[in-house]
């Protein structure tokens, strides 16, 4: 079985010399979720923070014992309480557990390379955005226009499934959450398309007045202004009572219009990358911290 593994393990490595690693955004339509998936899809995340928490304050956080828990201890107010873990499933459990890991390993790395002059703890968390989903077929898999998540009997409806091509090879998946709604995100790896050579070599200076300005005198501005709601909300939150239920409602505005916000500004630096990717066969730009 072990020299099975390795022989595969093998086989998807040459593999994916010839591939391309992409990623696709689905976003979940929630007008189409009935209150199973609705509870199901908030209290994984919430069992998620639990869980997260839990490993985060043992004393040897790299124990793998800790991905079979099936309840952790939970501060509420100032006592604790057992909740038990009902709907994250184990392969969730340790997707979340590889998270702490490799961010203590990073950040040990950097403290080694000098990066950082005090290393601390990593910090308990407020909420868990995003939540593993390390095996195809098993942990996830399509259903024609659905996505079934382990643990829910019911596929959850998707929009944005028309932008996966065909023939192509499905990896993991991350469940995440955002003020705008629920996500898939997926990794996909297809195979590499050959780039048509342009002949052509421009270099960037990066400005203040103009995001970048090209050597062909080309000028590009990435900047998005706070909008009049953003502002307004503001006004409005200043005013709430803190950690009242219309003081959670208004900052969960405001991180969607925040959102809404970097949405546009990745939209408009994907289009520039685009264009000088394909219009371009050299890129130059200063050595400098940008």
Known sequence: DRNKRLESR????L????QDCKCYTLKIDENHLNSVQRNFLHMSFLEAKWFYNYALSQ???FDSSIRKVNSVVVKKLEEFEERELKYISSQMKTGLHERIGSAIKMLSTKKKQGYFDKVGRLKFKKEVKSIELKQYGITWKFDKTRIKIQ????????EGLNQIPENIEFA???LIR???GYYIQITTFQNKVDK??????????FGIKDSIVTSDGEKFSIKIPE????KRLQLFFAKKKKGSRNWHKCLWKIKKEYEKISNQKQDQVNKLVSYLKNNYDEICIQDEMI
């Open 196 to 205: 048509k050579l342009t002949g052509k070599k421009v270099g960037l200076d």
């Open 178 to 180: 955002k003020p705008s």
């Open 10 to 13: 093998e086989l998807t490595r």
């Open 172 to 174: 993991n998946a991350k």
């Open 227 to 230: 909008t009049c709601r953003l």
């Open 151 to 158: 643990g829910l009997k019911k596929p959850l409806k998707v």
């Open 15 to 18: 593999r994916r010399q010839s």
């Open 59 to 61: 004393t040897n956080i």
